[in-house]
């Protein structure tokens, strides 16, 4: 009897040490849970729409024509809630024969080194113009280029309009229309006046989004579309002007140049030269402007050349 109380004795004392000396497992792992749960590591922008690509820690959206820019997670501060972007209207339509060339689409970029890290931006772009963004449905525009003697059509992403070009004038004396880039103007039958050049950067923004065509310096010859970067030009002699220079731009991670103008036409019976292209898409001698380019189509034998359709592209820090 004695030894089996005893017995009983010694396992309680073991069973008593067997529990406090056991881990707290199940307390200790919600611990570590509770600790995890309650930090937060920054947030980063992850978002679809458009063809996708990468550069390093950077999302690249290129929009080559109307869609959506869906952001599912709108990031934070701590990582990253904003984004730049490139936004480049349609451009516009040139006259026929010796009419004057189209004018470019209007062009606006930001550029933030932090957002969208190292490349060649354009001079146009903004230091200020990244947009924070939400997590919504952004409807993406882009821009179709005008027909002949057409305006181009405005492009849009969130609150960044980029107004389509100006169209080039048609017969003599006729006047550019306004718009992003201005359309040239073409030279009345007489040299009494010249036919006045569209204006650019309408409606204005800061920086500027493009800049004036140039009207017909002599009889029966077109200015240059303007471009985004300069003015259409004139010529000295009979002939037609060249197009407005447009802008560069590494946002794709490769340098493209966008928005030229169309060059002005040569006259009748077209043995003086037509104006030369803008660099950045414009056309010649009765050219279109590139696709997706913004480029201001080129006046030439037969009729105009149609302005290139816009481009939106949208870069931010994914992780």
């Known amino acids: 009897m004695k030894e089996h109380k005893i017995n009983q004795l010694q396992n309680s004392v073991k069973g008593s040490r067997n529990k406090s000396s056991r881990p707290k497992i199940k307390g200790f792992g919600y611990q570590v849970l509770g600790f995890g749960s309650g930090g937060g590591g920054p947030a980063f922008i992850e978002a679809t729409g458009g063809t996708i ?3 390093g820690d950077y999302k690249i959206h290129t929009f080559t024509s109307t869609g959506t820019f869906a952001v599912t997670n709108a990031g934070s501060p701590a990582g990253n809630d904003k984004a730049d972007y490139v ?3 349609g451009g516009a339509g040139a006259g026929p024969s010796y009419g004057a060339g189209g004018g470019a689409g209007g062009y606006r970029e930001a550029y933030t080194p932090s957002i969208s890290g190292p490349y060649t931006a ?4 903004s230091p200020d113009g990244a947009l924070t963004l939400s997590a919504a449905s952004y409807p993406i525009t882009v821009g179709a280029g005008g027909s002949a003697s057409g305006s181009g ?10 107004a389509g070009g ?5 017969g003599g004396g006729a006047a550019g229309t306004a718009g992003g880039c201005g359309g040239g103007g073409v030279g009345p039958a007489t040299q009494a006046q010249q036919g006045a050049a569209g204006a650019g950067n309408t409606p204005p923004v800061s920086p500027p989004q493009g800049a004036d065509g140039h009207g017909g310096g002599n009889p029966n010859f077109g200015g240059g579309g303007g471009g985004a970067l300069n003015s259409g030009t004139g010529t000295a002699g009979f002939g037609g002007g060249p197009g407005g220079q447009g802008t560069a731009s590494g946002i794709t991670a490769s340098n493209v140049t966008r928005s030229g103008g169309g060059g002005g036409g040569a006259g009748p019976g077209q ?12 056309g010649t ?5 590139q696709t997706n380019t913004g480029g201001g189509g080129g006046a030439g034998p037969g009729g105009g050349g149609a302005g290139g359709s816009g481009i939106v592209v949208i870069r ?3 992780q």
Request: charged share 5%.
């Open 53 to 55: 690509t990468t550069s």
């Open 87 to 89: 936004v480049v209207a």
């Open 122 to 125: 354009s001079p146009l772009a």
């Open 153 to 162: 059509t405005n492009s849009v992403f969130s609150t960044i309009t980029s």
């Open 166 to 170: 100006g169209a080039g004038g048609t």
């Open 271 to 282: 043995f003086n030269p037509a104006g030369a292209a803008g660099d950045g898409g414009g």
């Open 285 to 289: 001698n009765g050219g279109a402007g």
């Open 316 to 318: 931010y820090k994914f």
